[in-house]
């Protein structure tokens, strides 16, 4: 059964940092490429960041470039997002998710906030 974990998230200031982790289990990790999503109440779930399932390859939505790194751990199966600079409208529920599994998990919150 595909599980998703994700930890991590809290409070912080405006500037601050925080790094996401996301523990996958009951897959093959390393066949996967693996997503970060976010969303906030009333919206829909935006894409953050993609990382190719060597690492070789990551993309980052345009918001967050420069700010975000992805990186993944295929031998612990879990991938990873350092969020730094954080502005107040980086807040959002984080989830992660491999591409072409349906499976999601509980996410973590990120707040952001004085």
């Known amino acids: 059964q595909v599980q998703l974990v994700e930890s991590g998230g809290g409070s912080v200031q405006p500037g601050g940092s925080l790094r996401l982790s996301c523990a996958a289990f009951?897959?093959?990790?390393?066949?996967?490429?693996m997503r970060w999503y976010r969303q906030t109440p009333g919206k829909e779930r935006e894409l953050v960041a993609g990382i190719s399932s060597a690492g070789g390859s990551r993309n980052y939505a345009d918001s967050v470039k420069g700010r975000f790194t992805i990186s993944r751990d295929n031998v612990k199966n879990t991938v990873y997002l350092q969020m730094n600079s954080l502005k107040p409208e980086d807040a959002a529920v984080y989830y992660c998710?491999?591409?072409?599994?349906?499976?999601w998990g509980q996410g973590t919150q990120v707040i952001v906030s004085l």
């Open positions: 009951g897959f093959t990790f390393s066949n996967y490429y």
């Open positions: 998710n491999a591409r072409n599994l349906a499976s």
